[in-house]
């Protein structure tokens, strides 16, 4: 039996209800891999599961995305070796953790031009970016675009991948101090989000062009101010709530602000079985090959830290992504 120090949630509050324990890990089951992690992901819905603004089943872990070296395999596992350098964002809460055991058909084989740690700070949110450029709006050349929280993790990816495929992208940020990462992120202008008329900067930004699409992963605070910088017949795409859960819009407000379509997609049903997850990754890999996607750690945390990952996310105290290491 081998033991593994993993994060635990017991209830729902503040980051200092998490911590970290030392219990047995099985063996793998028929169909599992048992992955040493090597570097975690952590994303925003990590806060929302933390809250219970998402509630789930208590006690339980957290995280969703890690890569690390396959050091056993369940019986039925195939196309898998030990040794395997592997990743995984979509295997169930519970990647706050230094070992997991996580099904197979979970995860990805990880290339050499990817990282361990480029796949735990990308793969979530990279694929996210997947599905919001390829899926839910094809980017072209010359739109657009309307990237709020421009220099957050997903925020930086979107504004680069979007850029390389040839968009237009005006960023919005919380502080000024982030100004930099998404003008480096490839924003061609930064909007400051506590300016009170923000919409109005921004129509004053692009000479009074309204985006083809806005990407609003903030929620309450911007959502309906969103709308009016979409274009007509323009999508407003609801993705996140770091505000908090967007309000309910009603569908006459749509038609009024210029027959505007309203998504709110997530990243799990883009990538809902192995094969198109597979598909979507190797998608997502093409593009760090390329350079159109590039590893932008804002700060390393330990996993005996993990309360203090959650304290500075949610004081958005650093752009970029953050890596969690075991």
């Given amino acids: 039996m081998t033991t593994r120090r993993v994060a635990l949630l017991t209830e729902f509050g503040p980051p200092q209800v998490l911590s970290v324990a030392t219990e047995d890990l099985p063996p793998p089951m028929p169909g599992e891999v048992q992955i ?19 509630p789930l089943p208590l006690p339980t872990g957290l995280g969703f995305e890690a890569a690390g070296v396959v050091e056993a395999l369940g019986s039925c596992v195939a ?25 197979a058909e979970k995860l990805v084989t990880l290339p050499d031009t990817v990282t361990d740690e480029a796949a735990a700070t990308l793969l979530f949110k990279g694929m996210t970016a997947q599905y919001l450029l390829r899926k839910t709006h094809p980017v072209q050349a010359g739109d657009l675009l309307l990237v709020h929280s421009a220099a957050g993790g997903v925020g930086q990816i979107l504004t680069r991948w979007a850029t390389a495929l040839g968009a237009t992208v005006v960023g919005t940020t919380g502080s000024p101090q982030k100004r930099d990462a ?30 083809r699409v806005v990407y609003d992963a903030i929620g309450k605070d911007t959502l309906v101010r969103s709308l009016d910088c979409a274009a007509p017949f323009g999508l407003v795409v609801s ?5 908090g859960k967007a309000p309910a819009i009603e569908p006459e407000l749509l038609n009024k602000k210029g027959c505007l379509f309203l998504t709110r997609p997530s990243v799990f049903p883009h990538n809902a079985d192995a094969a198109t997850f597979r598909a979507n990754a190797a998608d997502l890999f093409d593009a760090i090959a390329a350079g159109h996607v590039t590893v932008d750690i804002g700060a390393r945390f330990p996993l005996d830290a993990i309360a203090d990952v959650h304290v500075a996310a949610e004081a958005r105290r650093f752009g970029g992504a953050m890596l969690i290491t075991p």
């Fill in 79 to 103: 196309g898998i070796a030990v040794g395997d350098r592997v990743a995984y964002m979509n295997a169930g809460v519970g990647a706050y953790a230094d070992r997991r055991n996580v099904p």
């Fill in 239 to 243: 993705y996140g709530a770091s505000s």
């Fill in 36 to 54: 040493r992690q090597t570097a975690i992901g952590f994303n925003f819905i990590d806060i929302y599961q933390r809250t219970g603004i998402y």
């Fill in 182 to 211: 998404a003008l480096a992120a490839g924003c061609a202008e930064v909007i400051d989000l506590n300016d009170p008329d923000w919409p109005q900067v921004f129509l004053k930004a692009t000479g009074g062009r309204k985006a």
